[in-house]
């Protein structure tokens, strides 16, 4: 079950640090800059279109941050939909650390959907496919995994394209 996107909501991210962070941020501003786009952190969602106060998201964020041990995510390709979200990015291979910590947020938040795509988005909107299939061939990601050590809470106002996270948990260390 997909359930309708709520326009402004929270949703929780994992974000790569150090150099990883840099390239990727670098190749999503290059993008928007190509595509007259959208600039965003970058980003793997862990759950999203979540509609709780930030209070109660915090707690149960810091609780399930508590119980994951800092983990690989593994990018498998670039890859590209017709979808304003989904538009242009790298998937990302799901793990067992990356199930896991699905299922701990799944205790806490039931209506999350039960599909689930990660990826690291490299550009929003609505881009051709002929050009998001050309640049496909073209965008060589030097980055092959980063390690997750801490997980975030991130405000989104998908109505002004506006993402701000506003807390950060340490993963068990």
């Given at each position: 079950?997909?359930?309708?996107?709520?326009?402004?909501?929270?949703?929780?991210?994992?974000?790569?640090?150090?150099?990883?962070?840099?390239i990727?941020?670098?190749?999503?501003?290059?993008?928007?800059?190509?595509?007259?786009?959208?600039?965003?952190?970058?980003?793997?969602?862990?759950?999203?279109?979540?509609?709780?106060?930030?209070?109660?998201?915090?707690?149960?964020?810091?609780?399930?941050?508590?119980?994951?041990?800092?983990?690989?995510i593994?990018?498998?390709?670039?890859?590209?939909?017709?979808?304003?979200?989904?538009?242009?990015?790298?998937?990302?291979?799901?793990?067992?650390?990356?199930?896991?910590?699905?299922?701990?947020?799944?205790?806490?938040?039931?209506?999350m959907?039960?599909?689930?795509?990660?990826?690291?988005?490299?550009?929003?909107?609505?881009?051709?496919?002929?050009?998001?299939?050309?640049?496909?061939?073209?965008?060589?990601?030097?980055?092959?995994?980063?390690?997750?050590?801490?997980?975030?809470?991130?405000?989104?106002?998908?109505?002004?394209?506006?993402?701000?996270?506003?807390?950060?948990?340490p993963?068990?260390?």
């Amino acid at each position: 079950m997909i359930s309708k996107r709520i326009p402004k909501a929270y949703s929780i991210w994992l974000i790569p640090n150090g150099e990883n962070y840099i390239i990727l941020k670098n190749t999503i501003i290059e993008l928007s800059h190509i595509f007259k786009g959208i600039k965003f952190v970058p980003h793997v969602t862990v759950v999203s279109n979540l509609d709780y106060s930030e209070k109660f998201l915090s707690r149960k964020v810091e609780i399930i941050a508590k119980q994951v041990e800092p983990f690989n995510i593994e990018f498998n390709k670039i890859d590209y939909y017709n979808e304003f979200f989904q538009s242009f990015f790298i998937s990302v291979k799901i793990n067992d650390d990356l199930a896991n910590i699905r299922k701990f947020a799944k205790s806490y938040f039931s209506k999350m959907d039960e599909e689930y795509n990660p990826h690291l988005s490299l550009a929003y909107g609505n881009i051709e496919s002929k050009i998001k299939k050309k640049l496909k061939r073209e965008i060589y990601c030097p980055i092959k995994s980063f390690k997750a050590t801490e997980l975030y809470l991130a405000y989104n106002d998908e109505v002004n394209f506006k993402w701000e996270v506003v807390n950060k948990f340490p993963l068990k260390q």
